[in-house]
């Protein structure tokens, strides 16, 4: 959110760790989805722990943009700019997935979750003490809570589901609101550490990874297609050999 001038190189580069991550777990799912690995991710604890880092990595880091974003009064146009940026994806996600998987539509994904959580979080961004205690309350209730009324289709944005929807992405207000505001709560000392380490800007590999992080939409929605037809051509090819 913040101006390119301002932009802090460790928290960019923070996020493109993030994002890496996720185009190599991606790139598992695809070789697994192409039946090219055994791979389980919906049941095998290394892979569900490798998404709970990663979304947790990522959802940090909205929390910590947050602050960035208000430390000198909101700037409405470049967050509004920046939300509907999001809410389109969002919306070509679930487009597309319906294409690709059918019933299991991604109706409330990553994207998703993080448009309602850069409104809900605008809050809390001033009152990171109000984040730490709201944040650690959410996660708690989201993990140990559930119940029937959740499960309704109308309401199971919100988490507290007594069983995973069908879907291929799910990332629920609920307990995921706690960790962006956990972010919230962590972003004045990361801005301040980020501040310091700011002047050692010529580490190639830091450039390269704060360059993702600055472009982590477009990576997010252009990694997958990419992805999926190197292996459709590396099928093909397979076959043709």
């Not at 993990?143 to 929807?165: C, S, V």
């Not at 800007?201 to 990694?223: E, F, Q």
Request: glycine share 8%; proline share 5%.
């Amino acid at each position: 959110m913040a101006a390119a001038s301002e932009r802090l190189l460790l928290i960019d580069a923070l996020r493109g760790v993030a994002i890496l991550m996720m185009v190599v777990f991606h790139f598992c799912f695809d070789l697994a989805y192409f039946r090219l690995v055994d791979f389980d991710f919906y049941h095998d604890p290394f892979w569900l722990n490798a998404r709970t880092l990663i979304l947790s990595s990522f959802l940090l880091l909205v929390g910590v943009s947050l602050v960035l974003a208000t430390r000198r009064g909101l700037d409405a146009c470049r967050y509004l700019l920046r939300l509907t940026r999001i809410i389109a994806a969002a919306l070509l996600v679930s487009a597309g997935t319906w294409w690709l998987f059918g019933e299991r539509w991604v109706f409330f994904g990553v994207l998703h979750f993080i448009a309602l959580a850069s409104v809900l979080g605008l809050l809390f961004a001033r009152s990171a003490w109000w984040a730490l205690g709201a944040g650690v309350t959410l996660i708690i209730l989201g993990n140990l809570y559930q119940a029937p009324w959740f499960d309704e289709p109308g309401r199971r944005w919100i988490g507290l589901m007594t069983h995973k929807p069908l879907t291929e992405d799910y990332v629920p207000l609920l307990p995921w609101f706690g960790v962006v505001l956990l972010g919230i709560f962590f972003g004045p000392p990361l801005q301040r550490l980020a501040r310091r380490v700011q002047p050692h800007s010529d580490h190639r590999p830091l450039l390269w990874l704060a360059a993702a992080g600055r472009h982590s939409l477009a990576i997010y929605l252009l990694h997958q297609p990419l992805l999926m037809g190197m292996l459709v051509g590396y099928q093909k090819l397979a076959r043709a050999f």
